[in-house]
């Protein structure tokens, strides 16, 4: 059961760091083309 939470905890905040790094090259791309 611990094992379960772990992995569901591990892979939303796997998710979220990838959703936050898309953002983060989103604005770049944004801020290069002006």
Not at 18 to 25: G, K, P
């Amino acid at each position: 059961m611990v094992g379960v939470l772990f992995r569901y905890a591990f892979n939303s905040r796997v998710c979220c760091a990838d959703a936050f790094l898309h953002s983060f090259e989103v604005n770049a791309y944004a801020s290069d083309t002006g």
